[in-house]
């Protein structure tokens, strides 16, 4: 059984970093890309960041571009987001995505498999 756990979220002030760990289990994602998203409290699910199955290929959501980072341990089967100078608009709920190729854009519909998520929430 294919699983993406997330992991890391919390409660943090304003200007305070978080990392976030994807742990898959039940098949290697190492040739696929994987992905953040978040959803809000009554928004839309939102992309955040997007890994190819290397490593060296990134891309983001323009309101996270400089100060998120997506990284990727193939070794591990495990994808992370390091989240710097938070905002208080950046609360929600974080989820895990794995794409079925080995790049991916910003569309939710690209990604084949989805984690629980993991709650993130700043105060201002």
Avoid at 3 to 12: A, D
Avoid at 73 to 101: F, G, H, I, K
């Amino acid at each position: 059984q294919v699983q993406l756990v997330e992991s890391g979220g919390g409660l943090v002030q304003a200007g305070a970093s978080l990392r976030l760990s994807c742990a898959a289990s039940g098949r290697t994602f190492s040739t696929n890309a994987m992905a953040w998203f978040r959803q809000a409290p009554g928004k839309e699910r939102q992309f955040v960041a997007t890994v190819n199955w290397s490593g060296g290929s990134t891309d983001y959501a323009d309101s996270v571009k400089g100060r998120f980072t997506i990284s990727r341990d193939n070794a591990r089967n495990t994808v992370y987001l390091q989240m710097n100078r938070l905002e208080p608009e950046d609360t929600a709920v974080y989820y895990c995505a794995a794409a079925r190729y080995p790049s991916a854009g910003h569309y939710s519909a690209s990604y084949a498999y989805w984690g629980q998520g993991t709650q993130v929430t700043v105060s201002s």
